[in-house]
């Protein structure tokens, strides 16, 4: 299997209140970049897994499993199109689903 694209996870930091300020300073976005194999599930599949056959869904699988929280994540190094995921299958094989299509 190729790892020959790269999934960015975007996480963000908690903003706190800076008292020599005065002021609220807001969270960042943590970006982790990582290499993966990107494909598309098959309309039979998505309907076993989800119970709806009228979405596109992407599986991203990753060389190993992503422990950390993350808020959304992108797919590409130029494209910035925003990925929910759907559904984080076993962790220990590092796949994520998400929808739409690359």
């Known amino acids: 299997m190729h790892f020959d694209k790269r999934v960015t996870f975007v ?27 990107v494909s598309k599930l098959g309309i039979d599949r998505t309907n076993q897994i989800f119970g709806q056959i009228d979405r596109v869904m992407t599986v991203i699988r990753l ?3 992503y422990y950390k929280d993350f808020k959304h994540l992108y797919l ?11 559904r984080q ?6 796949v ?5 299509e690359v």
């Open 63 to 65: 060389q190993q499993p």
């Open 11 to 37: 996480s963000e930091t908690d903003g706190y209140y800076d008292p020599e300020k005065g002021e609220w300073i807001p969270g960042e976005n943590v970006e982790r970049t990582l290499p993966c194999n």
């Open 89 to 94: 299958s076993n962790y220990r094989k590092g």
């Open 76 to 86: 590409g190094d130029n494209e910035k199109q925003t990925y929910q995921p759907k």
């Open 96 to 100: 994520i689903f998400v929808e739409g």
